[in-house]
């Protein structure tokens, strides 16, 4: 009978209704997905529109959400949803500087009485608890190389080379193949064994023809046949196919070692011989180098051990495959705090006064990165403002950073990127160490990573997520940065958490002036599982920053989105109208524990 009436009131409802809402979060705010096996922020409306157009396949993603435990796992994402925005946008500012735009009717996870409860965004007001992820999943997808050979993919100004043994043969194939494809000696032979040869040779006379008889059927001149039964001439493996059918003989013959072997063509002998002997005097490399744009995809995918380089400088080449190791990680951490990069050719470093702080021990270690790879660098002191300025000129290197790994080239532009999220905990460690030393601050109880860009400041605090530890997120109220802009700070004030991370901050200049000998005190804030709970502190109207809004439906019933991370409740675009009926039940029936159900 409750279903019968149930049935009923959604009928006269979808009657009366004049559209329906499908609740959702603005397009800018960032997303944590695992895609392929690479953990990556990503803008919601990028990625659904991506999915939506076709660029990319939601069977590659997994979406962070909880379960009723509030254990955080990676989930199926099963839609990828967008529309047009009919109903008003809020941002939600809670503690520790988190924040997410949503509509007005998208519902947000609250805690009351340590219980979970849904509530839509315009029925929040101040003080009430929403719930964050505390920690997200620490992915390593266990990649240990970069492949530079990836610059192929994009348009390049500077020309990128690349040269090795692989690099020769793939020269010398395009020369066997380019205009001697159908000359007789481009052709692979066969050399009979003594048994393939009485084989044939007997094959022939239980067949009663002559030499000449079987050069007219087979068309081979009667010479041919001749050289071939006294092994004076091997055949080519495609005239000795045709012999051998017109005597009845199987085809799979060629394939036994008992009957023949099958060799090089008689011009691939010689160009073998010839590269060998060049190989020997070193003169065939050196005349072995190719513009990585003349490679094609088949090629490239088959190169493991080249050199790569800009310029035809093959003294500044990299290998094609450069290792993840620690002094890579800390140069990407180095150059997100004070790197730039200067006509696609050039890294450089702007660092502080000579001999002030802890200078001096970046440059060594950007010098060791330069010193594992032969690599050029530079540093001198500027003239005007006296900083210290370290470069490596190398395009290869740059190109990499710049149109690869797309971290930005300003400071209000910076980004973490994906290749750090997917880094085993030490890398990770690596990584916070060399961008706090290049860009960190500490007072007697906490320590800080400041950037002008907000983007970054959010991608720390997930960074340290992964490592189980809760940051802070500020601005402040003036312009500080060097450019003049403002400074968005993410801090780390807990006792228990700053000692897990000694060694990220131990090496700067002023660390001796933080405080541990102090007893920890115990955080004011609810845990649930892997979640907690944030106060809002405010409630803001807001703009759209696009025409559509978006949403995704996950398996687990919530995502995560924001700067800092907040759960978002999970939408699930239906046709059959089981959102609609979940909603009438909860709001309408005022069944607050009703379960989802399936209909048709």
């Not at 009667?222 to 004076?232: A, F, M, T």
């Not at 009957?259 to 490399?285: A, D, G, W």
């Not at 800080?448 to 109220?477: M, P, R």
Request: hydrophobic share 35%; proline share 2%; charged share 30%.
């Amino acid at each position: 009978q409750f279903t019968k009436r149930y049935y009923e009131l959604l009928k006269k409802l979808s009657k009366k209704a004049k559209e329906y809402i499908v609740a959702s979060v603005d397009y800018e705010e960032k997303t944590p997905v695992l895609e392929n096996g690479q953990f990556n922020l990503i803008k919601i409306g990028e990625l659904v529109d991506n999915i939506v157009n076709g660029k990319r396949k939601k069977e590659d993603i997994l979406i962070p959400s909880f379960n009723k435990n509030g254990k955080i796992k990676l989930n199926r994402l099963k839609k990828a949803i967008r529309h047009k925005i009919h109903e008003e946008l809020y941002e939600l500012s809670l503690e520790y500087g988190r924040k997410v735009k949503l509509t007005s009717s998208h519902n947000i996870f609250i805690l009351r009485n340590k219980k979970i409860e849904s509530v839509k965004t315009i029925d929040l007001k101040e003080g009430d608890k929403i719930l964050c992820p505390a920690s997200l999943p620490n992915i390593n997808n266990n990649i240990i190389y970069i492949n530079l050979l990836e610059l192929a993919k994009i348009l390049q100004k500077r020309s990128i080379y690349v040269s090795g043994k692989e690099i020769a043969e793939i020269l010398k194939n395009r020369t066997i193949n380019k205009t001697r494809n159908n000359h007789y000696l481009n052709k692979k032979r066969i050399v009979l064994t003594k048994e393939g040869l009485n084989t044939i040779r007997l094959a022939r006379i239980n067949k009663g023809y002559s030499t000449a008889e079987i050069a007219k059927i087979s068309d081979v001149s009667q010479s041919s046949v001749s050289l071939w039964e006294n092994r004076i001439r091997n055949p080519t493996l495609s005239k000795f196919l045709g012999y051998i059918s017109c005597l009845d003989l199987p085809q799979k013959l060629v394939e036994s070692p008992r009957f023949c072997t099958i060799q090089n063509s008689s011009f691939q002998n010689l160009l073998q011989k010839n590269y060998k002997e060049q190989y020997n005097q070193f003169s065939n490399l050196a005349r072995a180098t190719m513009p990585i744009k003349d490679l094609t995809d088949k090629e490239i995918s088959a190169l493991n051990n080249c050199a790569i380089y800009g310029s035809k400088n093959k003294r500044n080449a990299l290998p094609s495959k450069l290792k993840i190791n620690k002094e890579l990680i800390r140069l990407i951490g180095y150059y997100i705090a004070e790197g730039d990069i200067n006509n696609d050719y050039r890294v450089r470093f702007s660092l502080g006064l000579k001999k002030y702080g802890h200078e001096e021990k970046i440059i060594a270690e950007i010098k060791e990165f330069c010193k594992i790879y032969e690599i050029e660098n530079h540093n001198y002191l500027h003239n005007k403002i006296k900083h210290q300025i370290v470069t490596i000129d190398n395009s290869v290197l740059a190109l990499w950073i710049k149109y690869i790994l797309k971290i930005g080239n300003k400071a209000n532009k910076k980004r973490i990127p994906p290749l750090i999220f997917s880094q085993p905990s030490k890398l990770k460690e690596e990584f916070l160490r060399a961008l706090f030393l290049g860009d960190g601050s500490l007072s007697k109880n906490s320590i800080s990573f400041n950037t002008a860009s907000e983007d970054l400041a959010s991608d720390i605090s997930y960074l340290l997520l992964q490592l189980g530890i809760l940051a802070g997120i500020s601005k402040s109220s003036h312009k500080t940065s060097k450019g003049g802009e403002i400074m968005w700070h993410v801090n780390i004030s807990n006792i228990t958490d700053l000692r897990r991370l000694q060694k990220i901050w131990k090496d700067h200049h002023n660390s001796k002036i933080l405080k541990l000998d102090v007893k920890p005190k115990k955080r004011n804030i609810e845990k649930y599982g892997d979640l907690i709970a944030l106060k809002v502190k405010r409630i803001e109207k807001i703009k759209s920053s696009a025409d559509y809004v978006y949403d995704l439906s996950v398996e687990g019933e919530n995502f995560i989105a924001g700067i800092g991370g907040i759960c978002c409740h999970n939408t699930d675009f239906d046709n059959e109208g089981e959102v609609i009926g979940w909603n009438v039940l909860r709001f309408i029936c005022n069944q607050n524990t009703a379960k989802r159900m399936k209909y048709s």
